[in-house]
């Protein structure tokens, strides 16, 4: 059967829209494959850990009032609703819901003070940067606070802000911001002088180079930096709950010692590590989404 002159013209344009969908297809494929290979890995080496755990349990090796196995501390979480009030003891109804309450607090005071500092750190870093009376006035001050811990602050954030959360999230600022600062000016000296020669050739401000060419071009690494420092950031806050708070993940660690209940310390360390990973998830999507042209970020994706 011959084609018409009309078929034989559309024949091109139909291979390449059945190819295009068949990449589609072959990509959607490797990205399935490649997501249910991480998630196997991941439910491979949780089950190895916990049947370890629980194997250790069965055969006597641990000793269930020192250190609980699994199957043992998560019965107990309606038991433990007492704790996740403001106040150890006091009654508390529906304890999954405090549970997931507590989660809630302490990743929103994490959330808080990151978000406070990456933008204080931007600004700052930014100003330093391209301003060398600000950086002879701010740097100096600002490597001699670097090295002092977000925790010799919290006495102080305590007596400034009494208690609340102002105290945990300000002690998180400080955990990042002195170093996202450094970071800033670090990412800032090492953007290439051609693209700001261009920007200038182009006829652009300086106003414009910072907002087109110099933020673009650091805020890949300031994510980072971020990110790495989102694990301090979580730690920090624990404490700051425990000390300064009063609720929040932190203060069941506290209750969970001064109780010497070993099922509430390792359900708060659980619910401490699923909280973490989540937000560890939540900035990863967020690196991926806002930088696709890093490096890594479409293995990321996939």
Known sequence: MSLSDGQLATLPHRALAQGAARSRRVFTRTVLLARLRRVGWTVASLSLFIGGWEASWALGVLDPLIMPPPHIFLAEIANQGQFFSSTVGESSSGSNFSAVQAMLSSAGRVLAGLFIGFVTSLVV??????????????????????????????????????????????????????????????????????????????????????????????????????????????????????????T??????????????????????????????LLDVVLRQMQRRLFPWQPGMQASAA
């Open 125 to 246: 870093g930014l100003a330093i940067s391209l301003s060398g009376i600000t950086r002879n006035l701010a740097l100096p001050t600002i490597t001699l606070l670097a090295p002092i811990s977000p925790i010799a602050w919290l006495p102080v954030a305590v007596l400034f802000f009494g208690i609340g959360n102002a105290p945990a999230i300000f002690t998180v600022f400080l955990g990042v911001f002195f170093i996202m600062t450094l970071a800033t000016i670090s990412a800032v000296e090492q953007v290439g002088a051609t693209y700001v020669n261009v920007a200038r050739t182009l006829g652009a401000t300086r106003s414009q180079e910072v907002r087109h060419v110099i933020i673009p071009a650091v805020m890949p690494q300031v994510f980072v930096v971020l990110r790495i420092n989102l694990f301090a950031a979580w730690m920090v806050v624990l404490i700051a709950e425990a000390i300064g708070v009063g």
């Open 248 to 277: 929040g993940l932190g203060q069941l660690i506290i209750a969970a010692r001064n109780t010497f209940n070993a099922d509430l310390a390792f359900l708060a360390m659980t619910l401490i590590g699923i909280t973490g990973y």
